[in-house]
């Protein structure tokens, strides 16, 4: 017990970086429409902001299976939560200095997508390697620090720009960067362990070759999918469903989202020890499935929203989760395993809220079909889930 206390401080750290990338997630979005105001930048150019973010961070989860074992797990989270407060800071300094104010943005951007990029690698290895017992609840508790990080971004800048005015977005993007920079002194002095020590872990062709690496990895790309899909396109849909002001969607839509995935995360990890993650996965994914088709074909604007916030509770287990399985079914599989698992997850959720968008434009512009297309990533992944019993069945028991 006394030498699982002495990790708590490792857990509050990553607790943190999640809470940072949330930041990093989370932030920007919520000032497009600022900076085209104050900086003249057209929509089409704004839009290239996530794009640019997301981008950024899936090269560094493909990089880091090449360099995070070798340079180690402190060097890259404290550098991780070092890139993120400067991209902050930068954010709120270069587009005013630079001819190009746009520019100024990318380059912010892409420093703290860094730091992001490295959070998603490094902190579920970091909490995995510590000798805690029930390792599953303690991954979907770690994760559910990212949605609330995302609640409290939405409401506590929206708070600030309703007392402040959005004409000080500067001050509030210089005080969440206090978050990665008071974090980079936690990381700097908490008990670390390796997750596989030094010539035990899987060669990455011997990984690659694991027909349990890709089920693995297909499991992640709809987690992915099916977590932003909806999470995206939330704040639309509530607007268009409901008739609300853009303030009220970010709040009634992301927000309600992201408070449900988090909940269900919390819930899981105080009872995982009485369930078996496989099969709750696959309720998961059931429910993620119902929650798309209510939130597409319901007759109500009030039951669309239901589905929108319960879409957030039937997503919440399954990207720790995926991690949680993967760990266990291949314990040897070190940080390039987790690297790849971030990889697949953040492609699926790259790719569809475009797929989304795509077919709500083929529809005529209406979100709803968008969205009952993106039932489809839950779909396969509950067919992944049953392939992995039927391949795996020892794995999975």
């Given at each position: 017990?006394a030498?699982n206390?002495?990790y708590q401080?490792t ?10 990338q ?8 919520l000032?497009f429409?600022t ?7 057209s ?9 640019v973010f997301y981008?950024t ?5 493909l ?22 407060a400067a ?16 520019l ?7 420093l ?15 909490v ?9 609840g303690?991954?979907?508790l ?9 609640v409290?971004?939405i409401?506590?800048?929206s708070?600030?720009?309703a ?6 977005w500067r001050?509030?993007?210089l005080i969440?960067?206090l ?6 002194f936690?990381?700097?002095t ?13 060669p ?7 027909p349990?690496?890709?089920?693995m ?11 932003a899909?909806m999470?995206?396109w ?6 268009s469903?409901l008739?609300v002001s ?9 927000c309600?989202?992201?408070a449900f ?8 990890g105080?009872?995982s020890g ?6 709750t996965?696959?309720?998961s ?10 939130a597409?074909?319901?007759?109500l604007?009030?039951l669309g ?7 957030g509770f ?6 720790p ?6 760990s266990?079914k291949?314990p040897?599989?070190?940080?390039a395993?987790?690297a790849f698992?971030?990889l697949?997850g953040d492609f699926?959720?790259?790719?569809s809220?475009?797929?989304v968008g795509s ?7 209406n979100?709803?079909i968008?969205?009952l297309?993106?039932?489809?990533f ?9 392939a992995?019993?039927r391949?795996f ?5």
């Amino acid at each position: 017990m006394a030498k699982n206390r002495k990790y708590q401080k490792t857990l509050a750290a990553c607790y943190l970086g999640f809470i940072t990338q949330a930041i990093a997630a989370n932030f920007a979005p919520l000032l497009f429409l600022t900076f085209q105001n104050t900086y003249g930048i057209s929509l089409e150019k704004i839009a290239l902001i996530p794009v640019v973010f997301y981008l950024t961070q899936l090269l560094i989860d493909l990089g880091a299976t090449k360099f995070a074992d070798k340079i180690g797990y402190r060097i890259c989270v404290v550098t991780s939560q070092v890139v993120s407060a400067a991209g902050l800071v930068l954010l709120a300094v270069l587009p005013d200095i630079f001819p190009v104010p746009f520019l100024g943005i990318l380059m912010a951007v892409v420093l703290y997508a860094i730091g992001s990029g490295l959070v998603e690698v490094l902190v579920s290895p970091i909490v995995e390697a510590c000798p805690f017992e029930n390792k599953d609840g303690r991954m979907s508790l770690l994760h559910s620090f990212y949605c609330w990080g995302a609640v409290g971004v939405i409401l506590g800048s929206s708070l600030f720009f309703a007392v402040f005015g959005t004409e000080n977005w500067r001050v509030l993007t210089l005080i969440w960067a206090l978050v990665p920079l008071i974090n980079v002194f936690l990381f700097l002095t908490c008990p670390m362990e390796r997750l596989v020590e030094d010539g035990e872990s899987l060669p990455l062709r011997k990984l690659l070759r694991l027909p349990l690496l890709w089920i693995m990895i297909l499991l992640m790309v709809c987690s992915g999918a099916s977590e932003a899909a909806m999470a995206q396109w939330a704040s639309a849909f509530t607007e268009s469903a409901l008739g609300v002001s853009k303030t009220v969607g970010d709040l009634a839509g992301p927000c309600l989202f992201a408070a449900f995935m988090g909940l269900s995360r919390v819930l899981y990890g105080k009872m995982s020890g009485k369930l078996n993650l496989a099969r709750t996965m696959l309720l998961s994914g059931l429910l993620c499935v119902a929650c798309y088709f209510l939130a597409s074909l319901a007759p109500l604007p009030v039951l669309g929203l239901a589905g929108c916030a319960l879409c957030g509770f039937s997503v919440g287990i399954m990207w720790p989760g995926t991690i949680s399985l993967s760990s266990q079914k291949c314990p040897k599989g070190g940080t390039a395993m987790f690297a790849f698992l971030a990889l697949a997850g953040d492609f699926g959720g790259t790719v569809s809220p475009a797929i989304v968008g795509s077919f709500s434009e083929l529809a005529g512009g209406n979100l709803k079909i968008g969205l009952l297309a993106a039932a489809a990533f839950p779909l396969i992944l509950i067919l992944g889930l049953i392939a992995l019993n039927r391949k795996f069945h020892r794995l999975t028991r």
